[in-house]
């Protein structure tokens, strides 16, 4: 419960990527008018460069209902450059790495969501599980059950060792610790 105000415009990356029957292009644009420019710098940002090489049309390529014709990962760079394109003041962004190989969105963090990335001069909500991006952001919420319960910079919730965030971090490192040995 409560209220939420926003100034701006809102653009949305949903962790289960939201594609239409169009061509890709299309889905890129949503109805805004084309822009080669920007479309050729989010489409770079978002590796999506390839993907267009390979695609039979490139992108006008038709894409089938929620996007069978397309990978996990491609879907989610389709979200991303949606979301890209639109220069929405607010980018809300529901933990979108997941769905792509590390390398891919190390990546897309560098060159689209992160400090240095194309969305810079937006506001950038991240939901993620990944502590591996947290050293790059400005401020990290630590919720429990829909209720925000420590926050701060990284420096600031690592120095509190009883804190949520210290144990998720443990919890993360130990099962990374058992998965590689």
């Not at 969105?105 to 969501?113: H, M, P, S, V």
Request: net charge negative; hydrophobic share 40%.
């Amino acid at each position: 419960e409560g209220t939420l105000k926003t100034e701006g415009s809102i653009a949305y990356v949903s962790q289960q990527a939201w594609i239409q029957n169009m061509t890709l292009r299309d889905n890129i644009l949503f109805g805004k008018p084309m822009d080669s420019k920007k479309y050729q710098d989010v489409i770079a940002a978002c590796a999506l460069s390839k993907d267009l090489e390979i695609l039979p049309s490139g992108d006008q390529t038709e894409i089938g209902e929620n996007g069978v014709n397309l990978s996990g990962g491609q879907k989610q760079r389709v979200s991303l450059a949606r979301a890209a394109y639109h220069d929405a003041d607010i980018v809300l962004l529901d933990d979108p790495l997941s769905a792509v190989d590390a390398h891919v969105g190390k990546y897309l963090f560098e060159k689209l969501i992160g400090p240095g990335g194309m969305l810079a001069h937006t506001t950038r909500v991240l939901v993620t599980h990944n502590l591996s991006y947290l050293h790059k952001v400005d401020k990290i919420l630590v919720m429990m059950e829909g209720k925000i319960v420590e926050q701060g910079n990284l420096e600031q919730l690592r120095s509190d060792a009883g804190s949520a965030f210290q144990e998720f971090a443990n919890y993360i490192n130990n099962v990374k610790t058992e998965s590689e040995g």
